[in-house]
């Protein structure tokens, strides 16, 4: 079993339309959460991260975090055009041997279609 | 502005040959990281570099070796070039935050390899 599940995809979505992202996680020590964004023949930027469980907004952006249920998401409201790229969930351990390794999903390829 | 360069965008190789895949970041970063992206395997981590002349295996190490011989210098060597090693390449570099290990990694543009 990957340390970090998530679904591939493809997902197309009609401009406007509300994404929901998701990924699983087994190791119960990771202790920070992010998503990365990945526009076509570009590396990978951040977009969101967090440490706690519950709910981080920004803009159209909200990611959550359910520690529990080793779940977290990402939704995008009001999807745009310009929102169309690779989503990477990451996940690591803060750990003082960890040194900023970082285990990645599959990554979600996602199209919104004006 | 951050940056994280690698030496090439697009390389094409034979079998058998020896590639050279270097990464430079401008940060002053300690933790370097090269990975191989592949659709529907997502990254999968091949080596990391905590400092200079230090390196640990990552997930996949076979048929790769690396190089750390400066701080803002990270190279990833494929000894015997192989079709299986056709790949998107990507580096990346973190600082040292909470607890040793830092948060954000910065990527560099990529190295589409192909190896015929």
């Known amino acids: 079993q990957k340390e970090v599940e998530q679904d591939p995809g493809p997902l197309s979505v009609p401009e406007g339309a509300i994404v929901s992202l998701n990924c699983t996680y087994s190791n119960s020590a990771f202790q920070y959460f992010m998503w990365y964004r990945q526009y076509s023949r570009k590396g990978p930027e951040l977009l969101m991260y967090?440490?706690?469980?519950g709910n981080k907004e920004d803009g159209r952006f909200t990611a959550q975090v359910d520690k529990s249920s080793k779940y977290i998401s990402l939704f995008i409201r009001d999807s745009q055009p310009s929102d169309s790229a690779t989503y990477l969930c990451?996940?690591?351990?803060?750990?003082?041997?960890?040194?900023?390794?970082?285990?990645f999903g599959q990554g979600t390829i996602l199209t919104v279609h004006p | 502005d951050v940056k994280v360069t690698q030496s090439s965008r697009y390389l094409v190789k034979r079998t058998g040959e020896k590639v050279f895949l270097e990464c430079v970041q401008d940060?002053?970063?300690?933790?370097m990281f090269w990975y191989r992206q592949d659709p529907g395997l997502g990254l999968r981590l091949i080596y990391f570099?905590?400092?200079?002349?230090?390196?640990e295996k990552g997930d996949i190490p076979e048929g790769y070796s690396v190089s750390r011989e400066k701080k803002e210098r990270f190279s990833l060597i494929l000894e015997s070039a192989s079709t299986s090693q056709t790949s998107m390449y990507l580096c990346?570099?973190?600082?040292?935050?909470?607890?040793?290990?830092?948060?954000?990694?910065?990527f560099g543009p990529g190295t589409r390899l192909t190896v015929l």
């Open positions: 967090t440490y706690s469980s």
């Open positions: 990346a570099s973190t600082g040292s935050g909470v607890s040793g290990g830092g948060v954000e990694q910065f």
């Open positions: 570099s905590y400092d200079v002349k230090m390196k």
């Open positions: 990451a996940i690591g351990d803060a750990g003082g041997t960890s040194y900023g390794k970082l285990t």
């Open positions: 940060m002053d970063h300690e933790n």
